[in-house]
Nanobody
Framework: QVQLVESGGGLVQPGGSLRLSCAAS????????MGWFRQAPGKDHEFVTA????????SYADSVKGRFTISRASGENTVYFQMDSLKVEDTAVYYC?????????????????WGQGTQVTVSS
């Protein structure tokens, strides 16, 4: 089995920054692409960003392009997620996800493993 543990959430003012991390443990040799989704109250999971195993390919939702950055050391099973210029509408629970295929997908159903989530609140 694989366990994903997120950290780094919290409360920040609009325009501020947060850095999330996701560490994988267990049978990590089965992990390839990793990503982040978010879920606001009353809404479905929304794709935010993802990265391949080597870190060479990334993808972002249009709503976060230019503000958020995902990174990962090649072959490592910890991903970092830098969120800058945060907006109130970024408020959500952020989930780390991983899949056994080395291709990025924006579909939640494509991911095999999920973390418990970390709350990010952007408010003045």
């Amino acid at each position: 089995q694989v366990q994903l543990v997120e950290s780094g959430g919290g409360l920040v003012q609009p325009g501020g920054s947060l850095r999330l991390s996701c560490a994988a443990s267990g049978h990590t040799d089965s992990i390839y692409a990793m990503g982040w989704f978010r879920q606001a109250p009353g809404k479905d999971h929304e794709f935010v960003t993802a990265i391949t195993r080597s870190g060479g390919t990334t993808s972002y939702a249009d709503s976060v392009k230019g503000r958020f950055t995902i990174s990962r050391a090649s072959g490592e099973n910890t991903v970092y997620f830098q969120m800058d210029s945060l907006k109130v509408e970024d408020t959500a629970v952020y989930y780390c996800a991983a899949r056994r295929v080395n291709m990025i997908s924006s579909r939640p159903s494509a991911y095999d493993y999920w973390g418990q989530g970390t709350q990010v609140t952007v408010s003045s």
